[in-house]
């Protein structure tokens, strides 16, 4: 099973806009990969149209997005012309055919007794390192808003060395206010409340304390 922390592996994938290498294509910059269990079925349509509308914010934020189901190419190029034509939105992101589910066996995408891929996210970073991985079932469409959260989150904490609240930037204890990490030693305890007094950062408490960005 693959786990956070890990490199993504290196695998050459047929999509609806060409050959592409993963992760070696997107060095230098993050990119979601996401599962679908099916072309042509009413949630999978609502979700790739959810992420169209949302794929310039993911580029604002210098990500790129790819799609992943168990179809064949074929598939995917008639369903996304049929989005276009029934719903509008011209599907930009590439979708990868992985008829055969070598990817989505290697990425632990497909549930015990299932041929079908779960809805699997991964957020990964530009060194290639899988940084954040999200499951929800078939039955269940996922919220793109907060994969987009949790990718600036990503984003943030790696620039600033913090990190992140509950439902940020709409957290009900701080607010947009980010958190600095604890103290592990005496002296650093001693340094938080330096920081504290000079109005640095506010605290609850040493191990809990935090600062706006």
């Not at 060095?27 to 679908?36: D, E, I, M, R, T």
């Not at 940084?131 to 994969?147: F, L, N, Q, T």
């Not at 001693?190 to 007094?197: G, I, L, W």
Request: with cysteine.
């Amino acid at each position: 099973m693959i786990v956070i922390g890990e490199k993504f592996p290196e695998v050459e994938v047929k999509t609806t806009r060409g050959n592409i290498k993963l992760p070696d294509d997107f060095k230098g910059k993050w990119f979601v990969l996401f599962s679908h269990p099916a072309d042509f079925t009413p949630v999978c349509t609502s979700e790739f149209y959810g992420m169209q509308k949302r794929l310039e914010k993911f580029k604002e934020l210098g990500a790129e997005v790819i799609g992943l189901s168990v179809d064949q190419v074929f598939s995917h190029l008639k369903w996304m012309e049929w989005i276009k034509d029934k719903l509008g939105e011209e599907i930009e992101f590439p979708v990868i055919a992985d008829d055969r589910g070598n990817v989505a066996e290697t990425l632990g995408m497909i549930p015990k007794g299932a041929t079908m891929t779960a809805r699997a996210v991964f957020i990964v970073d530009p060194n290639g390192v899988i940084r954040a991985i999200v499951y929800y079932p078939a039955e269940v469409g996922r919220d793109w808003d907060e994969i987009l959260r949790a990718l600036k989150a990503l984003q943030i904490s790696d620039k600033n060395k913090v990190a992140l609240p509950h439902k940020w930037p709409d957290n009900e204890l701080i607010g947009d206010k980010v958190i600095v990490p604890p103290a592990g030693t005496v002296d650093q305890i001693k340094e938080r409340e330096k920081m504290k007094s000079k109005g640095e950062i506010e605290c609850y408490d040493w191990w809990f304390c935090y600062k706006k960005l």
